[in-house]
């Protein structure tokens, strides 16, 4: 079985940008263990457009490193990237590199949402919070150039490595991860707001309501719904 991270930088945020590099990393199950490569690889992409300033101050690629580098249709073709001898693929936060990949890519799991079921006591579920409350071994002459697609992929495949490992007493199999990732999840604080910080079952209903009443993500809403109905 192989599992493949991965890890994308783009122009922007929203709607309408684009990918300027990517980066993946493999797992596989050998003898009995989850294993991930040594090293992830990369690939600068073309955006047909301009990188603004902002996303440049991010991840430090600006147009001039990518002008003359392949299209993303052309880097995940050479690279097989979308193989079939794939089973899934794993991003931190796996919602985003969605909006940004083909829909054909399937299925995605999310170690952002592993974490937060997991390892609901850590103090914060990005990334690299999640490496250094784990002290995952990885090799920070790698990991430590961040908001880099290459070393977040291996971060990110360090990190799925360890929870398949470590966590299956918990019930952590491939297509239970699957299953997580594809729904919401239960937050165990919020991280933004008069309660940030506070721990989800001490948030009053009140404010449980009125983060219905808003715009929120997914996993907010969800979080709210199981808090109102426990408290009711």
Not at 71 to 86: G, I, N, Q, Y
Not at 170 to 193: C, H, M, Q, W, Y
């Amino acid at each position: 079985m192989l599992l493949r991270a991965i890890d994308i930088e783009t122009t922007g945020l929203e709607p309408g940008h684009a990918i300027v590099e990517i980066g993946w990393c493999d797992i596989w199950f050998d003898d009995g263990k989850w294993k991930h490569a040594d090293a992830p690889s990369d690939i600068l992409v073309n955006p047909g457009r301009q990188i603004p300033p902002v996303s440049s101050a991010v991840h430090h690629i600006v147009d001039a490193d990518v002008v003359d580098k392949p299209t993303f249709a052309e880097a995940c073709a050479s690279a097989d990237l979308f193989s079939p001898d794939v089973t899934a693929y794993v991003a931190h936060n796996a919602k985003f590199e969605a909006s940004f990949l083909p829909p054909t890519v399937a299925p995605l799991i999310c170690t952002y949402k592993l974490g937060i079921t997991f390892c609901p006591q850590a103090p914060g579920h990005k990334l690299q919070e999640l490496r250094y409350w784990l002290k995952l071994q990885v090799d920070p002459n790698i990991a430590n150039e961040s908001h880099r697609a290459g070393p977040d992929a291996y971060v990110c495949a360090a990190l799925m490595t360890r929870m398949l490992n470590k966590l299956a007493d918990k019930g952590l199999t491939v297509d239970r991860a699957i299953e997580i990732s594809n729904n919401p999840v239960v937050l165990p604080f919020l991280t933004f707001g008069k309660h940030a910080m506070q721990p989800c079952a001490e948030v009053p209903s009140s404010y449980w309501r009125w983060c219905l009443s808003q715009d929120m993500d997914e996993n907010v809403k969800h979080t709210a719904f199981h808090y109102l109905n426990q408290q009711r």
